[in-house]
């Protein structure tokens, strides 16, 4: 099973270029959500859907857009990326209930 | 948001030697969790713990869920090169996990 796979590895950005982290599950999970990390910082988290067609704003969602229009996928938007987004951002997903969040190998991206 | 404090930030151990860590808050939680983070992928969770006083070990790892429902710790016994990483604590909001508050992380190296 491939789990939750997010793409690409690796961005470099210039200030005010937009780009998309893809992120996809094949688990058939309801959830899933965006967490950037930072240095010294954890994880923070961006956005979250709890289902197709529904998303809902986290700790850190300025300057981010997702939409959900499949299960299976859960795309972040940058309008116009900041320096201050550069991170390493990761994508989760996770069932109903109790079960464990299931993270992404993240992407590391750089704004300069 | 509610904040996680996790400590030690991070820790030099020789290989063999027991490792503790724990995470504290000013509020009352119904779950602690413990992930762990290899370099350049993303968190996997190890313990999950659900009620006051519990205590789950998981190899060689033990976690313990305090009385008081305000704080956890992690112990790692005899650790081993592979224990390095960044340890997290995390509680969840609501009755499901996709929704997670981290803790800044403790950053584990162990000598050979």
């Known amino acids: 099973n491939a789990g939750v796979t997010q793409t690409p590895k690796f961005q470099v950005l210039k200030t005010g270029q937009s780009m998309t982290l893809q992120c996809a599950q094949d688990m058939n999970h309801e959830y899933m959500s965006w967490y950037r990390q930072d240095p010294g ?23 981010y857009n997702v939409s959900r229009s499949t299960t299976e996928d859960f795309p972040l938007r940058l309008l116009s990326a900041a320096p201050s987004q550069t991170s390493v951002y990761f994508c989760a997903s996770s069932g109903q209930g109790f079960s464990p969040l299931h993270f992404g190998n993240g992407t590391r991206l750089t704004v300069t | 948001g509610q904040q996680l404090n996790q400590s030690p930030q991070s820790m030099f151990i020789q290989e063999g030697e027991d490792v503790s860590m724990n995470c504290t808050s000013s509020s009352i939680f ?40 305000k704080d956890s710790f992690l112990n790692i016994s005899a650790s081993i090169p592979s224990d390095v990483g960044i340890y997290f604590c995390a509680r969840n909001s609501g009755g499901s996990n996709y929704k997670l508050t981290f803790g800044k992380g403790t950053l584990l190296t162990v000598n050979p």
């Not at chain 1, 923070?44 to 850190?60: C, K, M, N, W």
């Not at chain 2, 969790?33 to 190899?59: C, F, H, M, R």
């Open chain 2, 30 to 69: 119904n779950t602690w969790l413990w992930y762990k983070q290899d370099p350049g992928e993303g968190p996997v969770l190890l313990i999950a713990l659900y009620k006051a006083g519990e205590l789950t070990s998981n190899g060689r790892l033990t976690a313990q869920f305090g009385i008081t429902r």
């Open chain 1, 41 to 63: 910082m954890g994880l923070r988290l961006i956005h979250y859907s709890v289902g197709a067609g529904i998303t809902d704003q986290g700790e850190v969602p300025n300057g």
